[in-house]
């Protein structure tokens, strides 16, 4: 408890690093006062909006907005889909690429066109949610009022909270985006180990002890998860430039057990309610499709849980195959004279380094599958769903993956300025790291 009171006097002892963590705690607080206001022309009384399935991760991650109508029920949710999209596009179009490959100029125009993108996918999808989630009754103008003044605000209120990611990146601490996502889905934690509490009673205060012990493990697993790194040593030939040497030292090639991060579960589940979908159609006429449509409509059967873990295996070795290429890091170790010892640069060492990443996305995709499932697991044993919601899934490796940035930063300031980190040993390691080649 001494060292824990010290590390926070020599945190807020610096100077920059105060005022970062306060005008983050500014921003965030804002964000949360959109929460509150709902969008106008709408009784909030007689909203009963679906929470279940996809929309219900989406309500999780924008902290209860989204169920609520607020003017930030979309949050920032459409700049993660556009800035998504241009990753993507960076991976399949020689004009995307060229233009990442423009040092700052050429991040500040991909920049520029996902904000641009952002609008129209927010205008896009207001419009659906207006439709399909707001009912008439709770309406208190004309439909085509409230949907015309409500696009607005909604397009309004993501550029905002875009705003505040940025801002938050720029001078605050901790990456911005993910950071409002944290919030949201941490916002609803209280309510649900209150509620929690409540199911289980005196009776099961046991029970619940041994649930918030498990919760401890779940998260530990989660941190192991995400820090795991399969290191490559790489050798660097010794050069002579002038009247120095340089190089002849050894560096490590960092290849992480779960390069694709929350990705594949996120496109597992976009992907989860099509089989109910597609029954669904048929279930009047045909009592298999009703079987089928009624199991996948439940998160907590095996049949579900199976076919989860499978697309989540599969998109995490699709995702890794998209955001490292062998080759490319074989080429640049060429070009600056590294390379790892017992194998020959060029095509041997793409060869070697692929067989490594796929030696290691196998497990790293299982045991991200394991995680994406443990909530159902938990929801078995008799928890409440919202209280269940944080033993896993993209909720858990988001808050680990953005406070283990977070801490990163802060640590970083504490070194600089001579302070002691935040641990006695090693160091608090984010979710991205510089590979050495």
Request: proline share 3%.
């Amino acid at each position: 408890m001494k060292r824990f009171i010290q590390t926070l006097k020599n945190i807020f002892s610096i100077e920059e690093l105060k005022n970062r963590i306060l005008y983050t705690l500014l921003l965030i607080a804002v964000y949360r006062l959109g929460y509150y206001i709902v969008l106008p022309g709408v009784d909030s009384s007689k909203l009963n909006i679906d929470t279940s399935g996809l929309l219900g991760l989406l309500d999780t991650f924008l902290g209860g907005a989204f169920s609520k109508a607020s003017i930030f029920a979309l949050g920032i949710m459409p700049y993660i889909s556009a800035s998504i999209a241009i990753q993507l596009l960076t991976m399949a179009l020689p004009y995307f690429q060229k233009m990442q490959k423009e040092g700052e100029s050429g991040r500040k125009k991909l920049n520029q066109i996902t904000r641009v993108l952002t609008i129209f996918v927010t205008i896009a999808q207001s419009v659906s949610y207006l439709q399909t989630t707001i009912p008439t009754d709770a309406l208190l103008i004309t439909r085509a009022a409230f949907t015309i003044s409500s696009v607005f605000i909604l397009t309004a209120g993501t550029i905002f909270c875009m705003w505040l990611g940025e801002r938050i990146t720029d001078r605050g601490i901790g990456n911005g985006t993910s950071m409002l996502i944290m919030i949201g889905i941490v916002s609803r934690f209280p309510r649900a180990i209150y509620q929690e509490a409540v199911s289980r009673g005196t009776g099961e205060a046991l029970i619940f002890v041994l649930e918030i012990v498990a919760l401890f493990l779940v998260v530990m697993f989660a941190v192991a998860l995400t820090q795991a790194v399969r290191r490559v040593p790489i050798q660097y030939a010794k050069q002579v430039v002038g009247n120095k040497v340089m190089g002849g030292q050894r560096q490590y090639l960092p290849l992480k057990l779960n390069t694709s991060g929350v990705m594949p579960i996120i496109f597992a589940q976009a992907l989860m309610f099509i089989p109910s979908l597609v029954a669904g159609l048929f279930a009047e006429k045909s009592d298999f499709a009703s079987s089928i449509a009624t199991t996948f409509n439940d998160y907590t059967t095996w049949q579900y849980n199976g076919l989860f873990a499978t697309l989540i295996i599969v998109f995490t070795f699709f995702y890794t195959a998209i955001a490292i290429s062998p080759q490319q890091i074989a080429d640049d170790m060429k070009r600056g004279g590294g390379f790892i010892p017992g194998v020959k640069p060029g095509l041997s060492t793409s060869d070697f380094i692929a067989t490594v990443l796929d030696r290691i996305t196998l497990p790293g995709g299982i045991l991200l599958a394991v995680v994406a499932i443990l909530p159902s697991l938990a929801s078995m044993t008799g928890m409440t769903r919202e209280f269940a919601q944080f033993f896993g899934g993209t909720s858990l490796l988001i808050l680990v993956g953005v406070v283990l940035d977070t801490l990163q930063q802060v640590e970083s300031y504490l070194l600089m300025k001579r302070y002691e980190g935040l641990m006695k040993s090693g160091r608090v390691k984010g979710r991205t790291e510089t590979v050495a080649v």
